[in-house]
């Protein structure tokens, strides 16, 4: 199937840094992009997304971009926080056959913000 | 809203025992999601369902996998008989049809087949 490949695995800086993590698609019909914050023993949680017709978003201290062109997304966090260490995933949307839409998922990153 | 809700949180069973888990997804959301997810594969699609009716299974590992959603605020996900491999941890997750994309993740169960 399409595949969504996301970059570094890990990623530790230091408080008040900021993170950058990069995801890249191959299914040119992908057309969202959402994140996901997942902390130990808990599901991914929604943080941000974005759609195809819009280049950039933000919200406080986290920010998407998207280059369709390239088909690659980027999430920043400015400002990081202890609290903001967690295993983030990108994804992008498929279209299954007539039926439907689905997410492709990124393997993640494990991303430690240390005092 | 209580969010997508799973049970058990936890699970350790023996090989070749049944197991059942189960998801109530977000009131009013009308598509669900099974996946798995493990240290070497990720988060995989095992199935979804919309208006209650599976509509791709291609995920489901083998046939010892099979889910059914009787009614719009209830699934399951049983593996008989299960093996040490499937070891993982099951999401459920939720949406509504007419917003497809965004979807909402329950906590999980913790699976352990000895």
């Known amino acids: 199937g399409e595949n969504v490949e996301q970059h570094p695995s890990t990623l530790s800086v230091q408080e008040g840094d900021s993170a950058v993590i990069k995801c890249t698609y191959s299914?040119?019909?992908?057309?969202?992009f959402p994140w996901y914050k997942q902390e130990l023993g808990k599901g991914p949680q929604l943080i941000i997304d974005i759609r195809s017709n819009v280049g950039e978003k933000k919200d406080q201290r986290i920010a998407v971009t998207l280059n369709k062109t390239a088909k690659h997304f980027s999430l920043h966090i400015t400002e990081t926080q202890p609290e903001d260490s967690a295993v983030y995933f990108c994804a992008a949307s498929i279209v299954l056959g007539n039926s439907g839409y689905a997410l492709n998922f990124g393997k993640g990153t494990s991303l430690l913000v240390t005092p | 809203d209580a969010g997508v809700i799973q049970s058990p949180r936890h699970e350790v069973t023996e090989m070749g025992q049944e197991v059942t888990l189960r998801c109530k997804p977000i009131?009013?959301?009308?598509?669900l999601f099974w996946y798995r997810q493990t240290m070497m594969r990720g988060l995989e699609l095992l199935i979804y369902?919309?208006?209650?009716?599976?509509?791709?299974d291609s995920g489901m590992p083998e046939d010892r996998f099979s889910a059914k959603m009787p009614n719009a605020s209830f699934s399951t996900l049983k593996i008989q008989p299960s093996e040490p491999r499937d070891s993982a941890v099951y999401f459920c997750?939720?949406?509504?049809?007419?917003?497809?994309?965004?979807?909402?993740f329950g906590p999980g169960t913790r699976l352990l087949v000895l």
């Open positions: 009131s009013g959301h009308n598509s």
């Open positions: 369902f919309n208006n209650n009716v599976p509509i791709d």
């Open positions: 997750a939720s949406r509504y049809i007419s917003i497809p994309e965004t979807q909402y």
């Open positions: 299914d040119s019909a992908s057309n969202y």
